[in-house]
């Protein structure tokens, strides 16, 4: 792949994950604030909600698996992306509990540093090679 195409496609990829992310944020937040849920649970019901819309995004707009031969199946890729969400999430929940009690940090703002190093570290790696790797 060359570097242009890699560029684009992490740059698309990335674009997903924040309009999922967006959505998984404001609802973390919200059901925190509005029905006291401790915020470890509201990131679990931010996060369903935020997968599905990356998972609508990378499936045909950022990685097009619906029109170029894939390694594997829809129900595949949708198995192995629920896969990857999971440990996102509790990523996501055990590190922000973590830099919250033990940094002293409020959760919104311990919640965007685990954010970034888990969308960059894990999630856009195992997607690209794992979850929408194209057939060779």
């Known amino acids: 792949m060359k570097l242009r195409d890699r560029v684009l496609t ?4 990335q674009l997903s994950a924040f ?4 959505a998984d ?6 059901v925190t604030e509005v029905f006291d ?3 470890t649970i509201s990131i679990v019901i931010g996060g369903i909600l935020g997968a599905v819309i990356n998972f609508c995004f990378n499936k045909k707009w950022t990685f097009k698996s ?3 031969p894939y390694k594997s199946s829809a129900s595949t890729q949708l198995l192995k992306f629920c896969l990857v ?6 990523l996501k929940s055990v590190f922000t509990y973590l830099i919250t009690t033990y940094g002293g940090f409020d959760y919104i703002i311990s919640r965007v540093i685990v954010d970034v190093f ?4 894990f999630n856009y790696n195992l997607q690209r090679m794992w979850v929408f790797k194209k057939a060779i």
């Open 37 to 39: 849920i401790h915020y």
């Open 25 to 30: 944020y404001c609802i973390m937040v919200f």
């Open 66 to 68: 619906q029109t170029i």
């Open 19 to 22: 309009v999922g992310g967006v």
């Open 10 to 13: 992490f740059s698309k990829a």
């Open 85 to 90: 969400v999971i440990n996102s999430v509790m």
């Open 118 to 121: 888990v969308s960059l570290l």
